[in-house]
C-alpha cells in the first residue's frame, strides 16, 4: 500500500510541476509563438548545370530579398563560376559568370529562409483614388503581355462586375473571376488575352489577367515571382500577384485561391514581368531547387529562455538543434515502446531499439529507414550465421558484427547514391551499435525458437517503429516539447503509470477471447 500511495504521489507531483513551469513561462513572455515557440525554417538550394564549351558563359537568376514576409537567415554560392549579387530596382539579381566555362560545370547559391503567413483585411468604402505617385505609373500601364487598354479585358471587367464600387469590392471580383478559369501548366509565357480567350491558364496567364484587369480598374497591381517552399527537388517556379492598397502591397494568387493573404511556403524571388533565368545563348543549361525544412529556435528565443535556455547552449557548443529536437523527443519515442510492449503486448528486439531507428529515419523517411533497416539487418544475421561456424567467443563475434553493420551500410549508401536514392543514402546514419544487436537478436530468436518465432518479433519491432515514428515526428508534439521541454516530466509520470500496469494486454485478450468467451 505504501509503494502505491508512494506512485500516485509521484505521478501526480510530475504533473502539476510541469503545469506550474509552463503557466510561468507563458506569462513572462509578451507574443509566445514569437519569443517560445521554434520556427520552421526552409534551406534552399538553387542548383544550376551548363556546358560552356570553354567559352564565356553567364547566368542570371534572383536572390530571396527580406521583408515582411520573408526573413534570409544565410547565403552562400558553392561552384566553381565566380558568383556575385547585386541590387537592381526591386530585386536582388544573382548572377554566375565566367570566361573559358568548359562543359559539366555544377554550382549552387544556398540560402536559408524564416517565412510567415501574411493576412490583410482590407477596409471597405475606400474608393479608388483620382492619382498615384509617379513612382506607380509603371504599375499601372499597359505592356504587350498585360493588355490594359484591350476591349475584351474591359469586358471581362464588367462581366466580373469589378468596374464599380470600392477597392475591396473590385479586386474581389477579379480574384474570384480569375480563380474560376481553368489550370493547365501551359510553357512559356501566356499574355493576359490569351488567358482571357482560352479560359485557361497556368499560374504566369492568370497572374498577367489579374494584372491587367486590376490597372483597367484603377488599381496600380505587380507581378510576383518565387517558389513554393516543398521539401524535396522540383524545378517549377510560381508567379502571383500584388495589388496596391493604401500604401500596402497585397498579395493575390488567383492560382491556388489566396485573397489579400500568402501563405509561409510561398518565397518571393523577384518583382515584375521577369523571366526566372536568364543566360548566354548557345550552352546546355538546366537548373533545380532542392528544398528542405528544419525547426530551428526564434530569435527571440535565443536570449530569452532564462538560466536553462538549452537552445543557447547547443548554439554556444556548436551542435545543431536538429540534435536538440532529437534528444527531447527520443523519451517520448520510450513511452511508446513501453505502451506496445506492456498495454499492447507486441514482441520487439530491445527495449528502446524502436525509437532509436525511428530517430535515426527522421533523415531518410519512414519507409527508406525501414528498408534500409531490413536491408542491413537480413545482411548481418547472413554474416553472423558465418561467423557461428567459427565457434568464436561472443565479444569477438559482435566486433566482427559491428564491422559487418558498417559494411552494410556503406554499401546501401554506395549504391542508394548510384540510382538517385538520396533519402536511402541517409541510411548511413543509423546507430551502428543498435543495428548490430538488432542482427544478433533476430539471429538468436531464428536459431533458438525458430523461423516463425524470429519474424514475429522482426514484425512486431517494426510496428512499434513505426509507432515511435509517427509520434516523434509529429510537428504539434515537437512544439510542445521544444518550447516546455518540462512536458519531459508529464513523460516520466505515465512511465510511471505503465511501470504498475496490471491489466490485460490486447494481445493476451486476443488470444485469449475465445476461452473468455466460453466462460461467460
Not at 509617379?134 to 476591349?151: F, G, I, K, N
Not at 542482427?439 to 514475429?456: C, F, H, K, S
Not at 509517427?470 to 505515465?494: C, D, K, R, T, Y
Amino acid at each position: 500500500m505504501r509503494r502505491d500511495t508512494l506512485v500516485r504521489a509521484c505521478i501526480a507531483a510530475l504533473l502539476v510541476l510541469p503545469a506550474m513551469l509552463a503557466g510561468a513561462k507563458m506569462a513572462r513572455f509578451d507574443s509566445l509563438a514569437e519569443d517560445l515557440l521554434p520556427r520552421r525554417q526552409y534551406d534552399v538550394a538553387v542548383q544550376v548545370g551548363l556546358d560552356g564549351h570553354g567559352e564565356a558563359a553567364r547566368v542570371r537568376t534572383f536572390a530571396p530579398r527580406s521583408d515582411w514576409h520573408q526573413q534570409v537567415v544565410s547565403e552562400e554560392s558553392i561552384g566553381p563560376l565566380p558568383f556575385s549579387t547585386s541590387d537592381v530596382g526591386l530585386n536582388r539579381e544573382a548572377v554566375w559568370s565566367g570566361g573559358q566555362v568548359p562543359d559539366g560545370v555544377q554550382a549552387e547559391y544556398r540560402f536559408s529562409v524564416l517565412t510567415s503567413d501574411v493576412v490583410y483585411a482590407l477596409p471597405e468604402g475606400l474608393p479608388v483614388p483620382a492619382a498615384y505617385p509617379a513612382a506607380l505609373a509603371s504599375d499601372l500601364a499597359a505592356t504587350e503581355v498585360v493588355q490594359v487598354d484591350s476591349p475584351e479585358i474591359a469586358a471581362a471587367l464588367t462581366l466580373a462586375g469589378a468596374d464599380s464600387g470600392d477597392i475591396a469590392s473590385r479586386l474581389t471580383a477579379i480574384h474570384t473571376f480569375v480563380e474560376g478559369l481553368g489550370s493547365r501548366p501551359f510553357k512559356g509565357t501566356t499574355d493576359a488575352l490569351t488567358t482571357l480567350r482560352l479560359g485557361e491558364a497556368s499560374c504566369n496567364g492568370k497572374s498577367r489577367l489579374f494584372v491587367a484587369m486590376a490597372r483597367a480598374a484603377g488599381i496600380p497591381a505587380r507581378l510576383v515571382g518565387g517558389v513554393i517552399l516543398e521539401s524535396g527537388h522540383k524545378r517549377t517556379s510560381h508567379q502571383w500577384v500584388e495589388a496596391y492598397v493604401a500604401g500596402h502591397w497585397v498579395p493575390y494568387c488567383p492560382t491556388n485561391g489566396y485573397a489579400a493573404e500568402l501563405p509561409s511556403t510561398y518565397l518571393a524571388l523577384y518583382r515584375g514581368d521577369e523571366a526566372l533565368f536568364r543566360h548566354t545563348s548557345d550552352i546546355d543549361f538546366d537548373y533545380a531547387f532542392d528544398i528542405h525544412t528544419q525547426m530551428v529556435p526564434s530569435p527571440n528565443a535565443r536570449q530569452t529562455m532564462g538560466p536553462l535556455n538549452l537552445w543557447a547552449l547547443f548554439d554556444r557548443v556548436g551542435l545543431p538543434f536538429a540534435l536538440l529536437r532529437t534528444l527531447l523527443m527520443l523519451p517520448a519515442g520510450a513511452l511508446v515502446v513501453v505502451f506496445f510492449r506492456n498495454v499492447v503486448g507486441l514482441p520487439t528486439f530491445g527495449t528502446f531499439l524502436p525509437a532509436l531507428i525511428a530517430a535515426a529515419s527522421g533523415a531518410t523517411g519512414l519507409a527508406w529507414g525501414l528498408v534500409g533497416l531490413l536491408i542491413v539487418t537480413l545482411g548481418v544475421v547472413l554474416v553472423r550465421a558465418l561467423v557461428q561456424r567459427f565457434g568464436l567467443l561472443h565479444s569477438p563475434s559482435l566486433a566482427i558484427l559491428l564491422t559487418a553493420v558498417v559494411g552494410w551500410l556503406l554499401l546501401v549508401s554506395l549504391f542508394a547514391d548510384a540510382v538517385g536514392l538520396a533519402s536511402l543514402a541517409q541510411v548511413a546514419l543509423f546507430p551502428i551499435a543498435v543495428l548490430a544487436i538488432a542482427a544478433e537478436r533476430l539471429y538468436l530468436a531464428w536459431v533458438e525458437r525458430g523461423p516463425r518465432d524470429a519474424l514475429r518479433d522482426l514484425a512486431g519491432t517494426l510496428v512499434v517503429i513505426l509507432g515511435c515514428y509517427v509520434v516523434m515526428n509529429s510537428l504539434a508534439l515537437q512544439l510542445i516539447v521544444l518550447g516546455f521541454p518540462e512536458v519531459l516530466l508529464v513523460i516520466v509520470a505515465a512511465d510511471l503509470y505503465l511501470g504498475r500496469w496490471t491489466g490485460i494486454r490486447v494481445s493476451e485478450y486476443l488470444r485469449f477471447r475465445p476461452a473468455m468467451g466460453v466462460v461467460a
